[in-house]
């Protein structure tokens, strides 16, 4: 992770332009469709001719280690802002086998599917817009610091 940061330290492009496709890549790790991250970060980078590096490594916020952390908190976001409780009674019935414990899964998980979605996707803006204020903001302190230092 430190030398991933590192790296986006030392970019050629100008502060602003590392910093949107980095906070771009970060709202692409919030975006509610699995497995789809890493391409979907390319092709934004490659239409709108961003660093594919910074783009993709701010996807890489959404990895194994920090997706369930990030979806439940889009998922209780969007719960709480489409007013629909989150109740701890709907229960999965594991034990149940094949297509029953399917159709209990997807009777449980269904009234979650707008509140993961839209959730996400104001987590997902948030945290863009945030990941870039602050990395703008150091790669501008640390450019204009640069120059002093040589």
């Known amino acids: 992770m430190r ?4 790296t986006l330290l030392h970019l050629e492009d100008t502060a602003h332009r590392t910093a949107l ?3 771009i890549g970060v709202f692409v ?3 509610p469709v ?19 590096l910074a783009v993709v490594l701010g996807a890489w916020v959404n990895n194994p280690w920090t997706m369930a ?3 439940a908190a889009g998922t209780a976001l969007g719960c709480a802002l489409l007013g629909i409780p989150e109740d701890p009674s709907r229960r999965i019935e594991w034990s149940l086998g094949g297509f029953a414990c399917l159709r209990s899964l997807y009777t449980c998980l269904r009234a979650y599917f707008w509140p993961f979605v ?3 996707l ?9 990941a870039y204020a602050l990395l703008r903001t150091v790669l501008m302190r640390r450019r ?3 120059p002093q230092a040589a």
């Open 69 to 71: 952390p990030l979806y």
């Open 118 to 120: 839209f959730g996400n």
């Open 122 to 130: 104001i987590l997902g803006c948030l945290a863009g817009a945030l």
């Open 21 to 23: 496709a980095f906070g």
């Open 144 to 146: 204009a610091a640069a």
């Open 29 to 31: 790790a919030f975006f």
């Open 3 to 6: 030398r991933a940061f590192a």
């Open 34 to 52: 699995w497995g789809i991250h890493t391409l979907m970060a390319l092709s934004i980078a490659l239409v709108f001719r961003l660093n594919r």
